[in-house]
């Protein structure tokens, strides 16, 4: 009942900017802390950013000075804006929120993952 889409995953250059976007659809009643994770092939998935309903945010200390997250809750959606790309960024970016539904559960949710790859 309730989607995360993500979208804005591209091929880019090293030093390059990427904007990806998440929007939350369905039977919402609130939307608490947002996060991007991402996972590169042969590695485990990490946290990239969170950012809590009232704006606060925390970063992995790799993209800690280049990459912004933010959120629009009138639109249920959270963004990262991504600059000064490296080829180490390469990597399937997923987005995740915990959503409370009008049924009153508070549950984990993911997007099928947008494909960032940073390549000359």
């Known amino acids: 009942q309730v989607q995360l889409v993500e979208s804005g995953g591209d091929l880019v250059p090293p030093g390059g900017s990427l904007r990806l976007s998440c929007a939350a659809s369905?039977?919402?009643?609130?939307?608490?802390?947002m996060r991007w994770f991402r996972q590169a092939p042969g590695k485990q998935r990490e946290l990239v950013a969170a950012i809590t309903s009232g704006g606060s945010t925390n970063y992995a200390d790799s993209v800690k000075g280049r990459f912004t997250i933010s959120r629009d809750n009138a639109k249920n959606t959270v963004y990262l804006q991504m600059n000064s790309l490296k080829p180490e960024d390469t990597a399937i970016y997923y987005c995740n929120a915990a959503i409370a539904t009008r049924g009153g559960r508070v549950d984990d949710y993911w997007g099928q993952g947008t494909q960032v790859t940073v390549s000359s």
């Open positions: 369905g039977s919402i009643f609130n939307i608490y802390a």
